[in-house]
């Protein structure tokens, strides 16, 4: 089983008191009450995709798995197993009444069709409980149970499905008005998948009609579907193939109102969808839309997912139930988790900003688990997307950005937003005021309790760029804070299965055992500060976890101390100390001088990082030094310091003040990877950046 999810206690830590009474207050809900949920039939395909859908939230849930067969694979996804009796057995619907009341379970989710049906006839019973119940409303459900009522009344609101008979003479009678022709399909009133579904070509196959069956006329792909050809052909050998299929899930609250809807063009194997793909055509949500009234006059609550093909004639719907679905969880994963969504609406938390969305750069593959990959991985993949909907408009990708406000993080946005680069920029903060006053209008920013309080949602997130970390100066309480950030960050992009992770190091990581040029591969990182010591456990944990998900890609940068005279300069670095002295006019003190330092101008830091993510992400290394190429003594850059504070007229001239001392240490890496495999180089010297520092006010 899954562990208990980790709740955060609203502490102060390093935030002013303000600041953490603010924040208490926003998280009563989520951070001081758990959710007991239960899943029923936690074994089905639905009850799975439920389960992996509550898993994936940042709500404080518990979750517990109900099912009669304690060998069911989604038990031991939940916090708490809970065996139960048979759906027909005497009593069931007071027996799990009894189980939630025992165990503190506020809100059940059915995990199948019969069970939806009887929850929803005995909803009165569960809400005088204090339990509440993720389904629509009985008469809508019975209504959705009977495929030929369901045509007959919804076709009069929009002509969208598929002609249903419910009894063979109601078929034969059909034909004969030529209301319908062959090919037709019979399928199980009480079936499920492509079980039991036969195609009928001619009259000789009308025996084959039982009182068990419905018979619907055959949605066939238009004739520009990539599948069209190969769907006339499978129908003629009475083969039902399962291809080119839009699957449309609605969302409403418990007051009847959509709160999201996507559609994905999908194909089915054995009646399961394994390859789903976004789809967006304002045909379908023109037609969609106007059956949504009647729905919610029915009593439409929860999910409701609808199945057809864009035929010549346009949308045609062959299936309708009102229940989430077997990819639910994967929907969850790609950015639209309409079971949370549900869950919030029943409990009457406090909502996202936004309403549900699905990550439309991505597809969604499914065989024995979930997996959510890029479509920029694969051209073939990027071709069909575009065969699909030539229409469409490839929208930004959207990139996370951590340490926003910091010195890389601001002049970074800052030159993307320059650069026109096709990122939407998402800023993770701690200070979301201090953020709107620093970063432009254009990004759009988060801060910490937004992300507790699931405001943020990383399965809309294509990159995530992570700068956020505690400089070394700060002291081995923030590093610690930082380095158990680095980890939720990870936990949740790799969770969500963001394609692309950058991870910003630092050239520390190597210590101080190797004589430079340090590179990747070559040398070994010797770490020898608690800072540097904290750098390489995000690689570590980087490498580790993604690993374990070959379609996404991660890298770690080595990166060099960065200086420059740019916004957000914290004059802690001994080049801006040391021009800062001259500006004032007193001396630079030098003790050794012949020590060999590596600096990396702002301008440079900010480019290369561009390069990186222009670069495809499935050729990134797992490891990239990013430094200037071109150390220098320390004496040296004194001498300049003082050469062109002069040029810049200085009042009483500096002099160096030095010490002859032995003090063995070097820096400096070697580029070439991140150079070969971006094509970037650096164009700032060193002396640039000190030109800079005058300049720049500081």
């Not at 346009?314 to 869950?343: D, P, Q, Y």
């Not at 992400?617 to 430094?627: M, R, T, V």
């Amino acid at each position: 089983m899954l562990k208990t999810p980790a709740y955060r206690q609203a502490g102060a830590t390093n935030h002013t008191q303000t600041r953490c009474k603010k924040f208490a207050n926003k998280l009563n809900y989520y951070q001081l009450k758990k959710i007991n949920i239960a899943i029923s039939c936690a074994g089905s395909g639905i009850g799975q995709s439920i389960i992996d859908s509550c898993n994936l939230s940042e709500l404080p849930l518990i979750t517990f798995g109900l099912n009669n067969n304690p060998l069911a694979f989604g038990l031991y996804d939940c916090n708490h197993i809970i065996r139960t009796p048979d759906i027909v057995s005497k009593n069931y619907i007071e027996k799990i009444i009894d189980i939630c009341l025992s165990n503190n379970i506020k809100i059940i989710i059915p995990g199948l069709d019969d069970e939806a049906l009887l929850f929803s006839r005995n909803l009165k019973k569960f809400n005088q409980n204090g339990i509440e119940v993720i389904t629509s409303d009985e008469p809508l459900l019975n209504l959705v149970r009977n495929k030929a009522l369901t045509t007959e009344k919804l076709s009069h609101v929009a002509n969208i499905f598929v002609k249903s008979y419910r009894y063979k003479n109601e078929f034969i009678t059909g034909l004969s008005k030529k209301e319908v022709f062959y090919p037709v399909i019979i399928k199980p009133l009480d079936g499920q998948g492509s079980v039991g579904v036969h195609i009928l070509n001619d009259d000789s196959d009308i025996e084959k009609i039982t009182n068990k069956h419905i018979i619907q006329e055959i949605a066939k792909p238009h004739k520009e579907d990539v599948y069209f050809d190969n769907f006339e052909k499978s129908i003629t050998k009475k083969i039902n193939l399962q291809v080119s299929e839009i699957s449309i899930q609605l969302v409403a609250s418990k007051n009847g109102d959509i709160i999201g809807k996507m559609a994905s063009f999908n194909r089915l194997k054995n009646g399961v969808p394994i390859e789903i793909i976004p789809f967006e055509n304002t045909t379908i949500w023109d037609e969609i839309n106007k059956i949504i009234p009647t729905l919610k006059t029915l009593g439409l609550k929860g999910p409701l997912n609808l199945q057809g093909r864009i035929t010549d004639e346009g949308l045609k719907i062959f299936e309708i139930n009102t229940r989430f679905t077997g990819i639910s969880g994967l929907r969850a994963i790609m950015g639209f988790n309409e079971v949370e969504a549900c869950i919030k609406s029943w409990l009457d938390l406090p909502k996202k900003d936004n309403i549900l969305q699905l990550n439309h750069s991505v597809f969604g593959l499914r065989q024995f688990k979930n997996k959510v990959i890029h479509k920029d991985w694969n051209r073939d993949i990027q071709n069909f997307f575009f065969q699909l909907d030539k229409s469409n408009t490839v929208s930004n990708k959207k990139i996370l950005i951590t340490g926003a406000t910091g010195f890389l993080g601001r002049n970074l946005i800052t030159e993307l937003l320059n650069q026109n680069v096709s990122f939407t920029i998402i800023a993770l903060v701690r200070d979301i005021e201090k953020a709107k006053l620093l970063l432009p209008k254009k990004v759009e920013i988060f801060d910490e309790d937004d992300l507790e309080m699931g405001k943020l949602s990383f399965g809309n997130i294509d990159v995530l760029l992570h700068l956020g970390f505690s400089r070394p100066h700060k002291g081995h309480m923030e590093i610690a804070q930082s380095l158990a950030f680095t980890g939720k960050i990870f936990r949740r992009a790799i969770t969500h299965q963001v394609g692309s992770i950058i991870n910003i190091s630092s050239q520390s990581v190597y210590g101080q055992n190797c004589i430079p040029p340090w590179h990747e591969e070559k040398t070994k990182a010797a770490p020898n500060t608690p800072y540097s010591s904290a750098k390489y456990s995000t690689e570590i944990m980087l490498t580790e976890i993604s690993h374990q998900h070959k379609q996404i890609h991660a890298t770690s940068l080595r990166l060099a101390t960065t200086v420059g005279g740019s916004k957000g300069l914290v004059n802690i670095d001994l080049v801006s100390k040391f021009v800062e002295n001259v500006k004032n006019g007193k001396n630079i003190k030098v003790i050794g001088g012949m020590q060999e330092i590596e600096r990396l101008d702002i301008r440079d830091a900010v480019s290369g990082i561009i390069s990186l993510l222009k670069t495809p992400s499935h050729k990134w290394k797992p490891l990239y030094n990013l430094g200037s190429n071109n150390p220098f003594k320390l004496l040296y850059l004194a001498q300049e310091i003082i050469k062109i504070g002069k040029i810049y007229k200085v009042e009483n001239p500096s002099k160096i003040d030095f010490e002859e001392k032995e003090i063995d240490l070097k820096f400096g890496m070697d580029i070439t990877l991140f150079k070969n495999d971006t094509g970037w180089k650096p164009k700032y010297s060193i002396e640039d950046t000190i030109h800079s520092l005058f300049i720049y006010d500081y």
